[in-house]
T-cell receptor, first 112, second 112 residues
Framework: NAGVTQTPKFQVLKTGQSMTLQCAQDMNHNSMYWYRQDPGMGLRLIYYSASEGTTDKGEVPNGYNVSRLNKREFSLRLESAAPSQTSVYFC???????????FGSGTRLTVV | KQEVTQIPAALSVPEGENLVLNCSFTDSAIYNLQWFRQDPGKGLTSLLLIQSSQREQTSGRLNASLDKSSGRSTLYIAASQPGDSATYLCAVRGDSNYQLIWGAGTKLIIKP
């Protein structure tokens, strides 16, 4: 089925460890996004990529880096994980300006 | 700064009732508004997308309306079913390419 695929679905890290969250979409969308969702705070934008080859900071970029590897793939990297980064991470993509967003199923990350 | 509010935060109704979920926003200069559904531990499923030039959108038992001048959108669910139980989120897209402002959601429980 067409959509946004995220891996892994669950991950536990120790403080200071690094990891990369993977996201791929097969809808030929130009724009891709990384959000985090925390209880009581709603979704917050971490980074986005308006098109292949470009990335920009969102609302909460500190502690994260991203790579738009090609049009399909947009990865999120935590270089040195902190307990404050315990959250559920969602990747999303969007076609043209008149189109809505399609979300992946999320990665539940716990940093201990 | 755009703010999106969803009231009530939680709603519990008997099966079969028609119900309305509310979403309000402070800045009427929006590009579009999207309603999502989120099941526990799952990702977000797009329900309806309303462009700023539209007044309403319908999909099955769902009808979403948009009144830009008053800064309001409603999601009407007809003949509610237990399978409709989920958290419903609205998100407003402003003029910039990435800006998507989220409400905190309404947790809906449909009692059999």
């Amino acid at each position: 089925n067409a959509g946004v695929t995220q891996t892994p679905k669950f991950q536990v890290l120790k403080t200071g460890q690094s990891m990369t969250l993977q996201c791929a979409q097969d809808m030929n969308h130009n724009s891709m996004y990384w959000y985090r969702q925390d209880p009581g705070m709603g979704l917050r934008l971490i980074y986005y990529s308006a098109s292949e080859g470009t990335t920009d900071k969102g609302e909460v970029p500190n502690g994260y880096n991203v790579s738009r590897l090609n049009k399909r793939e947009f990865s999120l990297r935590l270089e040195s994980a902190a307990p404050s980064q315990t959250s559920v991470y969602f990747c999303a993509s969007r076609g043209g300006l008149n189109y809505g967003y399609t979300f992946g199923s999320g990665t539940r990350l716990t940093v201990v | 700064k755009q703010e999106v509010t969803q009231i009530p935060a939680a709603l519990s109704v008997p099966e079969g009732e028609n119900l309305v979920l509310n979403c309000s926003f402070t800045d009427s200069a929006i590009y579009n508004l999207q309603w999502f559904r989120q099941d526990p531990g799952k990702g977000l499923t797009s329900l309806l997308l309303i462009q700023s030039s539209q007044r309403e959108q319908t999909s099955g038992r769902l009808n979403a309306s948009l009144d830009k001048s008053s800064g309001r959108s409603t999601l009407y669910i007809a003949a509610s079913q237990p399978g409709d139980s989920a958290t419903y989120l609205c998100a407003v897209r402003g003029d910039s390419n990435y800006q998507l402002i989220w409400g905190a959601g309404t947790k809906l429980i449909i009692k059999p």
